[in-house]
């Protein structure tokens, strides 16, 4: 197991980006290795990896970073299947479920403007970082890796090429982003244009026209002397600022989800926030953010029914009820339509013996019961059946009209 993980890992060099094969790197070498690596890889069975959850999270370890673990060794194990070194996974089913997300607190629409109106005055560079994470929903390493020759201001849009990671916290590496779709372009309010035009007007020219040192040169986001920006130190002023901003504490990430629900809750459609945001499918958008769309799926069945309710000239008109009378979302909306069936007990033309009502609508509810006593069967045969009126090709019998 040990030969074949270090191998694995120098296989994977190749294809992984830097940050994952530095955290590939330290699961195999850190636990995995140390737990497995003495046993031989067609040895390997579920109740080693079983045992190896078991003393993990005995030892103290976190669910997650276990959990990780576990995903690496399996992605490991899934790479011999095919090579016939092994005929199954022993990693599958995994023995620790995923962990769930734990849910995520996202600012107000007030709470972002009063930190940005605070950072304006204390730290404004930490203020247009976040104008621009907020404004356009761009990720923090794909804002920190922006460069002034993707950023045009005239057109409205920026281009999103790259983005900026540290590895173990140390090593700083421009890559590219995390899926297809994120290398994409994004448009750009005023807003955000403002926050780009003060970035502008305080870069170093190095920054704004010298490339000899690309890409690591020509950042909107960069230090006096023009060097890129450590993550982690713009994490640190950030939650330093909202302390003193006297706002919840939040990561950077957390400014992605903010530009999504107000893009939501204002009614902005689903799939134009995908776009935006840059996911590779639209489920994405709708997983991450199902809890946003209650409010946009009811009104989208209060749009049919004013819709068909205008088109209908015969519909009675019912007063508009105010929110505070309406009933609770969970139950239907039986006062908003008032079913009248005046029933008649007058036969109609066409058929003597019918007790159809006329002048009724068709609908699919049941109508309600009759309160009235049904007529006495005492004028039916023991069969039935009523004799018929006329017997011209009748056999002198029809059935009783129920």
């Given at each position: 197991?040990?030969?074949?993980?270090?191998?694995?890992?120098?296989?994977?060099?190749?294809?992984?980006?830097?940050?994952?094969?530095?955290?590939?790197?330290?699961?195999?070498?850190?636990d995995l290795i140390p737990a497995l690596g003495a046993l031989k890889l067609d040895e390997l069975g579920h109740r080693h990896t079983?045992?190896?959850?078991?003393?993990?999270?005995?030892?103290?370890?976190?669910?997650?970073?276990?959990?990780?673990?576990?995903?690496?060794?399996?992605?490991?194990?899934?790479?011999?299947?095919?090579?016939?070194?092994?005929?199954?996974?022993?990693?599958?089913?995994?023995?620790?479920?995923?962990?769930?997300?734990?849910?995520?607190?996202?600012?107000?629409?007030?709470?972002?403007?009063?930190?940005?109106?605070?950072?304006?005055?204390?730290?404004?560079?930490?203020?247009?970082?976040?104008?621009?994470?907020?404004?356009?929903?761009?990720?923090?390493?794909?804002?920190?890796?922006?460069?002034?020759?993707?950023?045009?201001?005239?057109?409205?849009?920026?281009?999103?090429?790259?983005?900026?990671?540290?590895?173990?916290?140390?090593?700083?590496?421009?890559?590219?982003?995390?899926?297809?779709?994120?290398?994409?372009?994004?448009?750009?309010?005023?807003?955000?244009?403002?926050?780009?035009?003060?970035?502008?007007?305080?870069?170093?020219?190095?920054?704004?026209?010298?490339?000899?040192?690309?890409?690591?040169?020509?950042?909107?986001?960069?230090?006096?002397?023009?060097?890129?920006?450590?993550?982690?130190?713009?994490?640190?002023?950030?939650?330093?600022?909202?302390?003193?901003?006297?706002?919840?504490?939040?990561?950077?990430?957390?400014?992605?989800?903010?530009?999504?629900?107000?893009?939501?809750?204002?009614?902005?459609?689903?799939?134009?926030?995908?776009?935006?945001?840059?996911?590779?499918?639209?489920?994405?958008?709708?997983?991450?953010?199902?809890?946003?769309?209650?409010?946009?799926?009811?009104?989208?069945?209060?749009?049919?029914?004013?819709?068909?309710?205008?088109?209908?000239?015969?519909?009675?008109?019912?007063?508009?009820?105010?929110?505070?009378?309406?009933?609770?979302?969970?139950?239907?909306?039986?006062?908003?339509?008032?079913?009248?069936?005046?029933?008649?007990?007058?036969?109609?033309?066409?058929?003597?013996?019918?007790?159809?009502?006329?002048?009724?609508?068709?609908?699919?509810?049941?109508?309600?019961?009759?309160?009235?006593?049904?007529?006495?069967?005492?004028?039916?045969?023991?069969?039935?059946?009523?004799?018929?009126?006329?017997?011209?090709?009748?056999?002198?019998?029809?059935?009783?009209?129920?």
């Open positions: 197991m040990a030969d074949y993980l270090s191998a694995w890992l120098e296989t994977k060099a190749y294809v992984l980006k830097p940050t994952t094969l530095a955290r590939y790197r330290d699961y195999v070498t850190g079983a045992g190896f959850v078991h003393t993990q999270l005995a030892a103290g370890r976190g669910q997650v970073t276990v959990h990780r673990c576990l995903a690496t060794l399996s992605s490991a194990l899934g790479d011999a299947v095919p090579q016939h070194r092994l005929t199954h996974n022993p990693a599958r089913p995994a023995v620790l479920p995923r962990p769930p997300t734990a849910e995520r607190r996202i600012w107000t629409a007030e709470e972002a403007t009063r930190f940005l109106r605070y950072c304006h005055h204390t730290d404004p560079l930490i203020a247009d970082v976040c104008e621009l994470l907020i404004g356009t929903g761009i990720r923090k390493g794909e804002a920190l890796a922006l460069h002034w020759h993707d950023v045009h201001l005239n057109e409205g849009v920026l281009y999103v090429r790259y983005t900026l990671s540290a590895i173990n916290n140390a090593r700083l590496v421009i890559t590219s982003p995390k899926t297809r779709s994120s290398k994409n372009w994004v448009a750009i309010s005023p807003r955000v244009a403002a926050a780009l035009t003060r970035r502008a007007a305080e870069a170093p020219d190095s920054a704004l026209f010298d490339r000899s040192s690309y890409p690591f040169t020509g950042l909107v986001f960069c230090r006096p002397d023009g060097g890129p920006l450590r993550p982690q130190t713009v994490l640190d002023r950030f939650r330093r600022r909202a302390e003193e901003a006297g706002v919840p504490r939040i990561t950077l990430h957390d400014l992605r989800h903010l530009a999504a629900t107000l893009s939501i809750t204002a009614g902005i459609p689903l799939t134009v926030v995908s776009k935006t945001l840059r996911h590779s499918t639209l489920s994405t958008t709708a997983n991450l953010y199902s809890h946003l769309t209650h409010q946009a799926a009811h009104d989208a069945v209060d749009a049919i029914d004013t819709a068909l309710a205008q088109a209908d000239p015969t519909a009675d008109r019912q007063p508009h009820w105010p929110a505070w009378l309406r009933p609770r979302r969970d139950h239907p909306n039986g006062h908003r339509i008032r079913l009248t069936l005046p029933y008649s007990t007058t036969p109609a033309a066409s058929s003597p013996n019918a007790s159809t009502p006329q002048g009724v609508r068709a609908t699919t509810m049941r109508p309600p019961r009759r309160t009235t006593r049904r007529r006495p069967l005492s004028h039916l045969w023991k069969n039935g059946l009523r004799p018929a009126k006329t017997l011209v090709g009748t056999t002198g019998f029809e059935p009783a009209t129920p």
